[in-house]
């Protein structure tokens, strides 16, 4: 910010007084900025020449929100309720010119106006559920005094962002204006009337509406305590006065911030906008994609050419022959199909999106490809046997991207003699749904190679993870672990259910054993014949998994697994299974203990974290927040605890040192405590602190 550019000025226009805002990028609520309206508004009131105010954000923008960085310092005056109560207090008619989102605390500002009017691109929402919290500025008060309490708990609740449209159907725009917003709204100013929510009653709302939106939004609190807390306090305002409800609002709001879910939501907050800072990238730009090719039409590749499709690319869709390639564009189709049936798009849609895919055996057409994704077999000869085909045909400058999950990419890159275009793209199944993309970067992979990665995940709305090569990447390598420990639980007296209860009970959707039957257990299968020749004798190994294959349990698609399923997929211990794990436990004279579901909780985080200590420590993930991100949105990791490196920073390193160190008693070679967790432990901090310094190192000392 320019020291001499005050976030907040004044403009003069006859008797209308604009207060514009400008504190780039979003206009947030910064003390600054809520000073500055404050003795904006105070002053203008007192002004006899002025007779009207207008709010304006500027072209593009309205105010964005609160400023999520003093979230988590003592709040400090003036506070946005006073701000906020000094626009509705104001005697004068004050106009909300939106232009772009008013979002969270910049709708509150807006909904104290009288007019609110916005441009065509504004967007309008309470969108502080997101963070764990609930609106804190009187918005669970005043939206249902204009929507009703249905649909203000919906609004609230689900956090929804509405556009223009949207919110003038619902009366919280006054109106859409086409033209010069600001000159509308300065014309408009001198003659509205005052017209105070504060001072409505809340409409008389329909209780079989009322009932649902909350069930709804009970259904999908999944474990944030600010929707039960929403819910409560937007009853309110049909019942009591509107500043009893505003008490009400800034009790729970003030509590709420401070709650360990509201926390780790923040954290994931700048979380996400770190992950796309690497070092060394700053100046670097992306190559330019528009046709992309996809190798390999199969799950994934059927999965990623949506993907690519929906972000309106047009994309090749290679095979092996023709067949393959009419089953892939099948496959493609079919996902589209799904997404017509369930309403999330339209027939017209669906069809547009799946006339950008063309199926082809042809690799010829692979010239024209700006971005190549392969997705072919996991075997790293079929891999390099087309590396190198593709080589002979890719345009010169061409991204060569593979999505393999374990192999090694430097390997894959060597076979090219263009080592500097390849890198790896790694989505996770369903790749058109699930948020986290790898991307990992090989030893030789160029800067403006990765920065590609980076703007097409953008341009896809995925949370891209960059990652360093090695085996399983930063995801799958702590997976490893993770499952791996879940089954020495089960080998050492836990029963898979037992497990999968405490996951579920920590914020999982699913538990472990039920996702490994969801995927499929021979591919995991696979790779550890692949890898037996190599296994260090001294690691534990469970085979409790490779017995259920060998009887033909595959998961779910063979109707059973670690669980058995009856016709209709609902699934249940199997007696056969118990019987397998206990001659497992008998061969190794196990005598099995219990474990509580704190135990099993506290044991699968340690060792998620301690793995993620040794991929830190090697530099394989550049920052601690990075693998929270890959475990929350590749892996299910419940959002409110973090990710996995949060959570283990909430428990002390102290605490999880000593039960790594029980894990590696029970696990053997590779579950050692990592010597990184070793010193944060001994010296008392936690990754959260370790990682600012490191990455300070790394950008010279410069604040991001
Ligand atoms: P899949 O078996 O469903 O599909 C592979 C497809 O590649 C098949 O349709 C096959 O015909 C085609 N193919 C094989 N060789 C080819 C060639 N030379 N030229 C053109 N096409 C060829 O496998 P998948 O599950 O989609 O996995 C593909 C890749 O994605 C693998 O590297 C896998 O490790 C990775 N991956 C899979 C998952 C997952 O959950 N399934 C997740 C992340 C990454």
Avoid at 70 to 95: G, N
Avoid at 295 to 315: C, F, K, N, R, Y
């Amino acid at each position: 910010m320019d020291a001499v550019t005050p976030p907040v000025t004044v403009a003069r226009h006859g008797a209308v007084a604009v207060i514009a805002i400008d504190f780039p990028p979003v206009n947030a609520l910064s003390k600054a900025v809520r000073q500055g309206l404050m003795d904006a508004v105070r002053a203008l009131e007192a002004d006899p020449d002025v007779a009207a105010l207008v709010i304006s954000g500027g072209p593009g923008r309205f105010i964005a929100g609160a400023d999520i960085r003093e979230m988590s310092q003592p709040p400090d005056a003036p506070f946005l309720p006073d701000v906020v109560a000094a626009i509705d207090a104001c005697a004068k008619p004050v106009v909300a010119a939106i232009a772009g989102a008013a979002l969270g605390g910049g709708c509150e500002i807006a909904l104290a106006c009288d007019l609110r009017l916005g441009r065509p691109k504004a967007l309008m929402g309470l969108t502080e559920t997101r963070l764990g919290l609930i609106p804190g500025a009187g918005g669970t008060q005043r939206l249902p005094r204009l929507v009703g309490v249905a649909q203000a708990i919906a609004l609230i609740c689900e956090g929804r962002v509405l556009k223009a449209g949207d919110a003038l159907a619902l009366g919280l725009l006054d109106e859409v204006v086409e033209g010069d917003l600001l000159a509308e709204a300065i014309a408009r100013a001198p003659g509205v009337t005052k017209r105070r929510l504060s001072e409505l009653p809340v409409p008389a709302g329909d209780d079989a509406a009322e009932e649902a939106a909350i069930a709804r939004a009970r259904k999908a609190a999944k474990g944030v305590p600010a929707i039960a807390e929403a819910i409560r306090v937007i009853r309110a305002a049909g019942e009591a006065e509107f500043a009893t409800g505003l008490a009400l609002e800034r009790a729970a709001f003030l509590a709420l911030r401070e709650s360990a879910e509201a926390k780790a939501l923040r954290h994931l907050f700048f979380a996400e906008r770190e992950a796309t800072k690497v070092p060394g990238l700053e100046s670097v730009a992306p190559r330019p994609v528009e046709a992309v090719a996809v190798i390999g039409a199969g799950t994934m590749g059927a999965g990623i050419a949506v993907a690519l499709a929906d972000a309106g690319l047009s994309v090749t869709l290679v095979e092996r022959d023709g067949e393959a390639a009419a089953a892939g564009l099948q496959r493609v189709a079919d996902l589209y199909a799904r997404q017509v049936k369930s309403g999330r798009l339209t027939q017209a849609q669906g069809a547009e999106r799946l006339g950008c895919v063309t199926p082809t055996a042809d690799w010829a057409s692979l010239a024209a490809a700006d971005l190549v994704v392969e997705a072919a077999f996991e075997d790293l000869a079929v891999k390099a046997d087309i590396f190198r085909r593709l080589d002979a045909v890719a345009k010169p400058g061409a991204v060569l991207a593979t999505n393999t999950s374990y192999l090694d990419l430097d390997a894959i890159a060597a076979v090219t003699s263009r080592p500097q275009d390849v890198v790896g793209l790694h989505f996770f199944a369903p790749a058109n749904v699930m948020k986290l993309l790898e991307v990992v970067r090989p030893a030789r992979t160029a800067p403006d190679v990765i920065a590609t990665a980076l703007a097409l995940a953008k341009r896809m709305g995925k949370q891209p993870v960059v990652a360093g090569n090695c085996d399983g990447f930063i995801g799958n390598r702590i997976y490893a672990l993770y499952r791996r420990h879940a089954e020495v639980l089960v080998e050492d007296g836990a029963s898979p259910q037992e497990v999968d209860a405490a996951l579920e009970a920590y914020g999982f959707a699913m538990g472990i054993f039920a996702v490994s039957d969801m995927s499929g257990l021979d591919i995991a299968y696979a790779m550890r014949k692949r890898r037996a020749a190599t296994r260090d004798p001294a690691e534990r190994y469970v085979s409790i998994a490779d017995r259920l294959v060998e009887q033909g349990r595959l998961g779910r698609k063979t109707g059973a697994g670690w669980y058995a399923y009856d016709a209709a997929g609902a699934k249940s211990a199997d007696p056969v299974v118990e019987a397998l794990i206990a001659e497992a436990r008998a061969e190794k004279a196990i005598v099995p203990r219990s474990f509580t579901p704190e135990q099993i909780q506290r044991r699968l985080l340690a060792v998620m974290a301690n793995e993620g200590a040794k991929a830190l420590a090697e530099g394989i993930a550049l920052r601690a927040s990075d693998i929270d991100l890959a475990f929350v949105h590749g892996y299910g990791f419940p959002r409110t605890r973090g990710g996995p490196m949060w959570a283990a920073d909430q428990m002390g390193l102290r605490v999880v040192l000593t039960e790594v160190e029980a894990a590696h008693a029970a696990g053997g070679t590779g579950s050692e405590p990592a010597p990184l967790l070793v010193a944060l432990a001994r010296d008392g901090r936690s990754f959260a602190d370790w990682q600012p310094t490191k990455q300070a190192e790394q950008q010279g000392g410069q604040e991001p």
